[in-house]
């Protein structure tokens, strides 16, 4: 739980390797799953949990 709040930390406040302009006007306009695998190295947990999350299907329903 540690390393989660750390990592989240460095994400929201965009320290570290995130505070990089490029990073940062990029996490906009590219794909989510293209931005952390080139950004997520720093922040690996948050990049796993990225990856889970991006990778599930989406649904919607047909009403």
Known sequence: MIVF???YA???MRTGHLED???ISVMFTMDPKEWWANVGAQTPFLQTLAFKLL????ASSCA
């Open 21 to 23: 302009l490029t990073c």
């Open 55 to 58: 990778g599930q299907p989406s």
């Open 10 to 12: 460095l994400f929201y």
């Open 5 to 7: 709040v750390d990592e």
